[in-house]
């Protein structure tokens, strides 16, 4: 009875809100209902999920927080149709290992992805429909499905759902998938509980109770504030604790209302009042990859001349172009040749501007207003002194272009890009360099584990390199660990007996005992062989763990979207206790634990590897890589990785690797994944900048389908032949 009252009283609430939304005098002076987040992360109600979603490239970071749960989450839109979000949950008063030496006070973390499919958009007459699964691939605590409609008439936003899982334990409607099959009207709960995780439950997908879920979303007149009123799909009696019988609450209400205030138009802060007897709070931050925009403190574009320059250049007149071309163009030590009355060449590589289309007309300018008259100016553009684009510009067109002589002129009208020729021609003025000296700040980290849910190390990391020609190279660098917490990683020999070799689960050693480390010291050859085929061979300590040999080819032509990659490296392990030996003997002792472990001492490893660019209007500027091959463990197997470019230039990615190691020898996680995210420095800073800032989020370290690393990647060397990271 009293939640009959209390229905009654929401109800008369909604009557009124939605009258005083139309009532208002008109659409420009009442505020813009802006959808918020749920408790789990992504656009929705509380509990429950809605089929709204946020504007394409939008990243929200955030959390919520109540007696039973705290949930960290970051959702990105990754398309206009698809929702993703990450997810960690921390469940209070259980440990995340019963063995206090092993994992000390870090409470139990699960770790669930999310994935909302946009069906259908809003009309007139038909609502906005979607699909999706909660706790995808993880250990089944939160796993659901639900299948969600929404209509906004003004300030009120109506939600209308059918849910699996934990999203419709309430039960309160038939599966209808009941009347196909009988296999969908059970759906084992308990049992089903997977504590390593990594593992897509297909069989309990959709099955057991479904529950009628819904709610309404109201925007005030007030513009910062919003109310929420839930019907709850979920009665919790299988939730995680009750399971478990430890503090169990008995929902009291299936009713949640909820306040939603924004702070600023970057972070809303949010409180609930959850099944009769919980509060929740929670806040986010946002901000929009697609909107990013940089403020840059740069030399202006030269104004076009037409006055006849001389016919020969003194080498004073060479070498201030050259340095023209380099500090307005932003070609790094260009070579520049002559021929004749032919042709200028432009050899370098572009280092400042990601917009090819600025770099180009700004080199064009500076060679028609400072070099002799020519048909043609020609700019070969090259990564690690390897050419890998030849642009020709028309110099008759290009000061049409320039002079805006036609309506619509664009540098492309002027230009044609194909593979690089032989130069032809007298070099004029040369200032490549074969020393190469920096340093940059380095953070590795890890998310997650039961060691501590935070892990990382941060320090300096000093390089160098020397070209003996423009094929032959060496280089290498030095770390100097500044601060780090991976003095918790206590993971050292699997308890289940598997003998993994420790491929890559031996990282405390190589960053806490190594104050000092050699990073790499890599001999490389590298050359373009033809056309559109390029090669390079290493030799030395590759990367951090291990040091061998190996080479790699590349077939990749220039404007083409798809390209195809083969590596193979023969490596050994490094010892971390030496800063130049490597493991001798395959089985190892630890003291402390006093058990064996096995290492690497020597590995065949390598990976046949497509990429592709998809043309299709509902993928636009991603990229799928998919490699198959053998791991540093000796595993074999498959490698997808798919990423995808905002407007801003970031690029954001995920990867799975799934070998013939099972999930028991693989250990919590079941398989290799990670998540990546990339940003060009030239939206951090007032300058502009091909370079970018790289982060890796590794959910878990283990030994199963790990890649060898070295210093160049052909793909990513050759990337203006179809630019994806300098786009």
């Known amino acids: 009875m009293a939640v009959f009252y209390f229905t009654k009283k929401i109800f008369i609430v909604v009557v009124l809100a939605f009258f005083i939304s139309y009532s208002h005098a008109d659409d420009f002076s009442y505020p813009t209902l802006h959808h918020s987040n749920s408790d789990f992360g992504g656009v929705g109600l509380m509990q429950m999920p809605t089929a709204r979603m946020h504007q394409e490239g939008e990243l929200t970071l955030g959390a919520s927080f109540n007696q039973d749960y705290y949930n960290y989450w970051l959702s990105l839109q990754l398309f206009p149709w698809l929702e993703t979000t990450i997810r960690y949950t921390q469940i209070p008063d259980f440990l995340y290992n019963t063995n206090e030496n092993f994992s000390g006070d870090t409470l139990r973390t699960d770790k669930g992805i999310d994935i909302k499919i946009r069906l259908l958009k809003e009309s007139y007459w038909f609502p906005k429909l979607a699909i999706g699964l909660r706790d995808l691939g993880g250990t089944g605590v939160f796993d659901g499905e639900f299948i969600v409609a929404n209509k906004q008439f003004g300030a009120i936003d109506f939600t209308l759902g059918l849910g699996w899982g934990y999203i419709g334990q309430r039960g309160n409607i038939k599966n209808p998938l009941c009347a196909i099959n009988n296999k969908y009207c059970y759906r084992d709960y308990y049992s089903g509980y997977n504590p390593t995780g990594g593992i897509l439950e297909t069989n309990r997908l959709f099955k057991g109770n479904s529950a009628i879920f819904g709610g309404i979303e109201y925007q005030t007149p007030f513009s910062p504030l919003q109310?929420?009123?839930?019907?709850?799909?979920?009665?919790?009696?299988?939730?995680?604790?009750?399971?478990?019988?430890?503090?169990?609450?008995?929902?009291?209400?299936?009713?949640?209302?909820?306040?939603?205030?924004?702070?600023?138009?970057?972070?809303?802060?949010?409180?609930?009042?959850?099944?009769?007897?919980?509060?929740?709070?929670?806040?986010?931050?946002?901000?929009?990859?697609?909107?990013?925009?940089?403020?840059?403190?740069?030399?202006?574009?030269?104004?076009?001349?037409?006055?006849?320059?001389?016919?020969?250049?003194?080498?004073?007149?060479?070498?201030?172009?050259?340095?023209?071309?380099?500090?307005?163009?932003?070609?790094?030590?260009?070579?520049?040749?002559?021929?004749?009355?032919?042709?200028?060449?432009?050899?370098?590589?572009?280092?400042?501007?990601?917009?090819?289309?600025?770099?180009?007309?700004?080199?064009?300018?500076?060679?028609?207003?400072?070099?002799?008259?020519?048909?043609?100016?020609?700019?070969?553009?090259?990564?690690?002194?390897?050419?890998?684009t030849e642009t020709i510009l028309n110099h008759q067109q290009l000061l049409q272009v320039v002079n805006n002589d036609y309506i619509g002129s664009n540098i492309t009208d002027s230009r044609t890009t194909a593979a690089p020729q032989d130069i032809q021609g007298q070099p004029m003025i040369d200032l490549n360099q074969n020393w190469y000296v920096g340093i940059a700040p380095t953070l590795q980290q890890s998310l997650g584990g039961s060691e501590g849910f935070y892990m990382f190390n941060v320090g300096v990391t000093a390089s160098a390199n020397y070209w003996f020609n423009n094929h032959v190279t060496v280089g290498g660098s030095v770390y100097l660990n500044l601060y780090d917490t991976y003095d918790k990683f206590k993971y050292d020999v699997p308890p289940d007996g598997t003998h993994n070799k420790r491929v890559r689960t031996l990282v405390r050693q190589y960053i806490t005992d190594n104050t000092l480390r050699m990073n790499n010291l890599q001999l490389t050859w590298l050359d373009q062989v033809s056309s559109d085929w390029y090669a390079q061979a290493y030799a030395g300590y590759l990367e951090v763990m291990f040091g061998g040999v190996g080479s790699e080819v590349l077939y990749r032509p220039v404007g083409s979207n798809w390209a195809l990659g083969l590596d193979i490296n023969y490596v050994k392990?490094?010892?971390?206790?030496?800063?130049?030996?490597?493991?001798?003997?395959?089985?190892?002792?630890?003291?402390?634990?006093?058990?064996?472990?096995?290492?690497?001492?020597?590995?065949?490893?390598?990976?046949?590897?497509?990429?592709?660019?998809?043309?299709?209007?509902?993928?636009?500027?991603?990229?799928?890589?998919?490699?198959?091959?053998?791991?540093?463990?000796?595993?074999?197997?498959?490698?997808?990785?798919?990423?995808?470019?905002?407007?801003?230039?970031?690029?954001?990615?995920?990867?799975?690797?799934?070998?013939?190691?099972?999930?028991?020898?693989?250990?919590?996680?079941?398989?290799?994944?990670?998540?990546?995210?990339?940003?060009?420095?030239?939206?951090?800073?007032?300058?502009?900048?091909?370079?970018?800032?790289?982060?890796?989020?590794?959910?878990?370290?283990?030994?199963?389908?790990?890649?060898?690393?070295?210093?160049?990647?052909?793909?990513?060397?050759?990337?203006?032949?179809?630019?994806?990271?300098?786009?």
């Open 227 to 388: 109310l929420k009123l839930e019907y709850d799909g979920n009665d919790y009696s299988q939730d995680y604790r009750v399971q478990r019988g430890h503090d169990a609450r008995i929902q009291r209400s299936p009713f949640n209302i909820g306040i939603v205030y924004q702070v600023t138009n970057w972070a809303t802060a949010n409180i609930s009042y959850e099944r009769g007897n919980m509060v929740s709070f929670g806040l986010s931050v946002n901000t929009n990859f697609n909107q990013l925009k940089s403020s840059w403190l740069d030399e202006p574009i030269p104004s076009i001349t037409t006055t006849p320059t001389a016919n020969q250049l003194t080498t004073e007149q060479w070498q201030q172009l050259a340095q023209d071309v380099e500090n307005i163009a932003g070609y790094k030590n260009p070579t520049i040749y002559q021929n004749s009355d032919s042709s200028i060449t432009v050899v370098a590589e572009q280092v400042k501007y990601r917009d090819r289309d600025q770099a180009q007309l700004r080199a064009g300018i500076l060679l028609n207003n400072q070099a002799p008259a020519v048909e043609e100016f020609k700019i070969v553009e090259t990564v690690a002194n390897q050419p890998i």
């Open 573 to 727: 392990q490094r010892d971390p206790h030496s800063a130049f030996g490597f493991f001798k003997d395959q089985t190892q002792y630890d003291d402390h634990l006093g058990r064996p472990y096995e290492v690497q001492t020597g590995v065949t490893t390598g990976n046949l590897t497509v990429y592709y660019q998809p043309q299709w209007q509902w993928l636009p500027n991603t990229l799928l890589k998919v490699s198959a091959g053998r791991y540093l463990a000796e595993d074999t197997g498959i490698t997808i990785d798919f990423s995808k470019q905002f407007d801003s230039g970031i690029i954001t990615g995920a990867f799975i690797t799934k070998t013939n190691m099972s999930a028991e020898e693989y250990g919590e996680g079941s398989f290799n994944k990670g998540f990546y995210l990339s940003i060009p420095f030239d939206i951090l800073t007032v300058k502009p900048s091909t370079n970018r800032a790289n982060i890796s989020w590794l959910p878990m370290t283990r030994d199963g389908g790990q890649l060898l690393g070295h210093k160049y990647y052909l793909y990513n060397l050759t990337d203006s032949r179809n630019p994806q990271h300098k786009r």
